[in-house]
Each structure stands twice: as C-alpha cells, then as structure tokens.
Nanobody
Framework: VQLQASGGGLVQAGGSLRLSCAAS????????MGWFRQAPGKEREFVAA????????NYADSVKGRFTISRDNAKNTVYLQMNKLKAEDTAVYYC?????????????????WGQGTRVTVSS
C-alpha cells in the first residue's frame, strides 16, 4: 500500500487542522493505521492509531482530548482532526499502515509509511 499525507500548514495556537492520508490499493480496510510526528531535533513519536474497523483507537497522552483519528474505508482514507493546537504540536506528521489490523502505538509494527506533511503552530 502507498500512502499520501496532506493537510498540513501554518496555523495559530488554538486553531485546528485536519490531516488526511490517502492509501492506494484495495486492501486498505485490512490495515491498522497510525499517525506519528517528528519535531526538529527530536525522535519520531506516536500520536494516534486506529484499528482496521475504526472500533479501537489509541492516543498519545499529549494529544488526548484535542486530536481525533478516524477512517473511511470506502474512501481509503484516514484522518487526524487536530484541535486546540499548541506550539509543541509543530512537527512533520507521518501516516503509517500496519498489516496487523490493530491500533498499535509502536512504530516498528508499521510496514508502510507516507512522506509526511508539515504542521507549524505559531504561538
């Protein structure tokens, strides 16, 4: 599966953005999907994940209550709605696909990665 992330940009603190990740291929519904991010000078970190059906989700503590992950299997797309953005959310955001169908929080479970979309939050 190939992944294409989009929706990043520049936003003021307190604002919102919605990231999208479009997947190619007919087996999208078999994959668990995740979002990770990497800020300058920092390691890649887990943000959110959703299982194959959308019935199970996981979030990093730093984004709980502000970010929502969802998916539309008919459109082969996973979304990350980001509200109440903070300067510390500034990073390149990557979507990833896990054939294990779970909502994994571990980057090593993900076999496929998109190219990333940059989010900059100004304070």
């Amino acid at each position: 599966v190939q992944l294409q992330a989009s929706g990043g940009g520049l936003v003021q603190a307190g604002g919102s953005l919605r990231l999208s990740c479009a997947a190619s291929g007919r087996t999208f519904s078999r994959y668990g999907m995740g979002w990770f991010r990497q800020a300058p000078g920092k390691e890649r970190e887990f943000v959110a994940a959703i299982n194959w059906s959308g019935g199970s989700t996981n979030y990093a503590d730093s984004v709980k209550g502000r970010f929502t992950i969802s998916r539309d299997n008919a459109k082969n797309t996973v979304y990350l709605q980001m509200n109440k953005l903070k300067a510390e959310d500034t990073a390149v955001y990557y979507c990833a696909a896990d054939l294990g169908e779970r909502a994994s929080t571990y980057y090593w479970d993900y076999e496929h990665w998109g190219q990333g979309t940059r989010v900059t939050v100004s304070s």
